[in-house]
Each structure stands twice: as C-alpha cells, then as structure tokens.
C-alpha cells in the first residue's frame, strides 16, 4: 500500500473503518494494528504492569517511530537534482503524512496506556483515634444521640461533638495533632484522618497544635482557618474576644469567601456576630492576650513536650500561671405552661452570677449563647422569666446561660409542650373493601368533633405493633397529606398491602405544620387468597 494511502487508512480507521483484503495484506499496517489493539488489551488489566514493563513498551514505541521516519530519510535524501522535484515532493508529501498519522496514533495509544495504568483506585486515607486523654468529665454527642457524660480517658469516633464542662479537656487526634478546650466550649469533629481533619467550634475556645503536614480546618461562626505544621488559636468566648490567632508559623483564613495569609504573630478579628464586617482586620497579638493564662498554660504544655511555641517562645508571664479552678456553678431550671405563658424558674448554686441570656428554640434542643438568645436579663438577682411571646400546640426548648467572671456556665434544656389551642377529638373509621378475587383495599373515614382548629390531616399507617405517628418511627411506615376542607375526611388505601398483614391507622390534625391530635385507632387485616 502506498504510504500516503497508509496514512489516509490508519486516521480512517482509528475513526471506525473495518478491515478489507487489500488492507489485510499489508504486512507493515497490520504490525501497527496489532500493537495499538495488544496496547489497548493490556491497559485494562490489572494490576497494571510495572514501571519497568511500561518503560520498555515506551522505548519500543519510540524506536518504531525513528525506524520509520529514518527510513523514509535515507529512501527520499535530498533534493539533489531539481528535475526531480515535481515527482519528489508528492512522494515526500505521503512520506510526510504516514509519518505525522503514526506519531498521532503512537502519542495516543501511549497516553492512553499510561492514563489507563496510573488511575489506580487510591486507598482510603487511615482514620485517627480521636482520644480524650485528660482525665476530666465532658459532655460527649453521637450522630443521632443525646448527649451524655464521659470521663477521659475515652476513645470518640469519627463524627462527634464534645462540649467541656467545669473542667479544661485535651482530645489527641492520632498522635499527629491536639486540641485543648477551655471550660465551657464545645466542638464538633466531622473529619479525622491522616490527610486532613475538618471541625467546627461553637462556643468557647480551642489551643490547636498540629505537629505534621496534614490539612488541618477549623470552621468558626463565618469563617475558617488551615493550618499544616503549625500551632493556632481559635477563640469564640461569648462576650470576649472572638479571632483566630496564628501562634506558631503561618495560618491561611477564610472569610465572607475571601482568602487571607495570617501570619504568625497576627490575630483575625471576627467581630461581634450582629455586625456586617466585610474586609479582614488583621493586627498583631496584643501582649496582654500573649501572656493571658490561657495562652501561658498552654505554652507550658507545649514546652514540657519540647514544642515550638512561636510567637509566645518570648513572652513571659507577669506572675507564677495557674490555671483557675474549676468552674463549679450550677443552674436548676424548670419551665412550664400556665394561663399566662410559659413560666421559667431557675436556682443558682455555687457561683455568683453576673447577668444571664435566656436561650429558646422550636426545633432544636441544642441551644447555644448567642446564636438562640431569645431575651437577657441583666439584674443578678432574677430567677423567673415568664414567656408569652409563643404559638399554643408547639414544642418549646429552654435554657439559661449565666455569666460570672467572663466565663459562661449554662442550664439543662428543658422541654415544654405547649397545649393544643382548642379542645376535641377525631373520630376514625376503617371498612375492608374488595373490587376483585384477591385485590383488596381499606377504606377510612373521620370526623373531627368539637372546638378543633386545624388545617391539614396526616393518615398515618403501620404494619409494626405500635401505634402509628408522624413522623414515622420506621421506614416501613407509610404516611399520607391531606388538605383541609372541613372537619370530614375520607381515604382509600390500596399501597402494598400484603395478605395476611394486619394494618393500623391514625389520622393526625395539623396546625401551623405541627400535630396537635391524633385519632383512635383502627386496624383492618388483609385475608389470603
């Protein structure tokens, strides 16, 4: 074949042309085809072959390339006669072509070789134990838990939150990196392995210290913080200050999604949450926060493992540093609904309280100073508040935050659910209907009697031996929205219904997309066939 037809063929077939006699025949064509296709069948095994291996593939496919272009060379030379020229230059043109289709064909099968054999599926980064080593107590959440108290040392998993208590805590992440909690801070770990750890702080304040170059992130309020070999301090302490500050080397800060370089020795003010502060305010340290006795007692620490400690290695403090006792104070709250509100009371022990902020949500019981404050009360002496700010048939969550010497020492939650604004029941009724041999169906109907002021229905269905509920106690529970349009309502249900299956139903009254009522209950079962 031709060597311009050759190069014409091989672009053609690389695009899906098929084989004919003529092609077949030709003996240098077919050697390409045959190491394209040997390259692209061994480019899915696995495991990929060794370096080695795919270093002499690589070398073979270059030495066939300079083969070819060198014989072209020494077939055609030079133009040494240009009477030659006119039937030279096509010649040197097909020449040209075969030579350029397989440089294109070689640099892609080539790439696709070592794209093919470098995409390996990359092991998971090894989780770290996340340990508290100090032996306090603290308060400690799994994902869909209660929080419940612990006293270290004790291993968390993954995905955590800990909260300290009247007690400083240190949680190790894997012997790689640390974090110290102040009293009364709480942290939330989303991440913790050998490539990087992701946490957030919620309240209070954190001593970071990272010893190797893993990605190490702290969310905070509208900002966050990396760090790699470096030690900082993340500070959200209610009424103090709120910053991040870069204790030892540099910490990169992100904010209103802009980035910022904080060098060591600088502190990023966060401002206060109510006001809309746009660009960064960056300042070195002041030295009365250097040598406060927080940063003093983590340097100790620091300094008894035989770390770096930055900016603080030349501050030294103005007096002997001991860490304060232990916070002690104690809040008894209870909370209530009367004819006038939802009444709160409170008892203070141990501590004498400064001012407090009443914290209140409807959908949450994690409440926290300030993001839920509701109202602040600022004489020492109060212990009741009473709430009329509220919706009847709604779930309420309280708690009390008390200041005392610039710390914040908070309540239980309390739960009070609020009484349905009207009085009356819902009357359900249930029949078994048949429409063929073997297709059954249940038919319900309600009625909502006396003062009832609702505006929605929920059917609430369960094969499980317990009454039904919205939401759902199992995902095998089945539940269906009905708008209101009077106090009667009808549905026929025909959803996967299994013979021999004994179904229960409630109907459930909405208002203000909360339930305030469920009916009786009915159950129908479904015959066999």
Not at 513 to 529: C, D, E, H, R
Request: net charge negative.
């Amino acid at each position: 074949m031709r060597r311009g037809k050759r190069a014409d063929w091989l672009i053609k077939y690389f695009e899906g042309a098929q084989l004919s006699p003529q092609t077949a025949q030709d003996s240098q064509l077919m050697g390409i085809l045959h190491l394209a296709e040997s390259l692209k069948f061994a480019s899915l095994l696995r495991p990929a072959p060794n370096p080695e291996a795919q270093a002499a593939i690589r070398n073979r496919l270059v030495f066939m390339h300079r083969e070819s272009v060198g014989a072209r060379k020494k077939r055609f030379g030079l133009f040494r006669d240009h009477l030659l020229r006119p039937v030279l230059v096509d010649e040197r043109l097909w020449a040209y072509r075969t030579a350029v289709a397989f440089s294109i064909i070689a640099i892609l099968v080539v790439g696709l070789w070592f794209a093919v054999t470098r995409i390996q599926p990359k092991a998971p980064p090894a989780a770290l134990a996340i340990t508290i080593t100090s032996e306090v107590e603290v308060e400690v959440k799994l994902p869909g838990e209660d929080w419940r108290k612990v006293k270290g040392p004790y291993q968390l998993p993954q995905e955590c939150e800990i909260r300290t208590l009247s007690q400083r805590a240190e949680v190790d992440l894997g012997g790689i990196a640390l974090f110290r909690l102040d009293y009364q801070s709480h942290m939330e770990i989303a991440e913790a392995n050998s490539e990087s750890v992701q946490m957030t702080i919620l309240s209070g304040r954190a001593y970071h210290r990272i010893n190797e170059n893993l990605q190490y992130r702290v969310g905070m309020d509208q900002a966050s913080c990396l760090a790699m070999g470096t030690a900082l301090d993340t500070e959200l302490s209610g009424g103090e200050i709120r910053a991040i500050l870069a204790i030892q080397r540099d910490v990169r800060v992100f904010f209103r999604e802009k980035k910022y370089l904080l060098a060591q020795g600088n502190l990023f003010d966060l401002g206060q949450p109510e006001q809309e502060q746009e660009e960064a305010r960056i300042s070195p340290i002041p030295l009365d926060i250097l040598k406060s006795e927080w940063l003093m007692w983590n340097k100790q620490l620091d300094e008894l493992r035989g770390w770096d400690t930055g900016i603080l290695s030349g501050v030294t403090p103005d007096e002997r540093i001991e860490p304060p006792p232990p916070l002690s104070g104690e809040i008894d709250l209870s909370a209530y609904e009367t004819s006038e509100g939802i009444r709160l009371e409170w008892q203070v022990s141990l501590v004498e309280p400064e001012s407090f902020a009443i914290l209140r949500s409807s959908s949450s019981n994690q409440l926290l100073y300030p993001r839920d404050l509701y109202a602040e009360i600022t004489r020492s002496s109060t212990r009741a508040f009473l709430d009329t700010k509220y919706t009847q048939g709604y779930i309420y969550f309280y708690r009390i935050a008390m200041f005392s010497e610039g710390k914040i020492i908070y309540s239980d939650t309390v739960r009070v659910a609020t009484k349905r604004p009207t009085s009356g029941n819902i009357v359900l009724t249930s029949v078994l209907l048949q429409s063929s041999p073997g297709v059954y169906s249940i038919q319900l109907k309600w009625i909502a009697e006396g003062d009832l002021k609702l505006e929605g229905w929920v059917i609430c269905r369960t094969s499980n031996d317990y009454e039904p509920t919205y939401p759902p106690r199992s995902g095998e529970d089945f539940y269906v929205f009905k708008n209101f349009d009077g106090p009667k309502g009808s549905y026929i249900d025909s959803y996967n219904l299994e013979p021999g299956e004994v179904y229960h139903y409630r109907v459930a009254g909405l208002y203000q997309g909360a339930v305030v009522i469920y009916s009786n209950l009915t159950s129908q079962t479904i015959p066999f066939y």
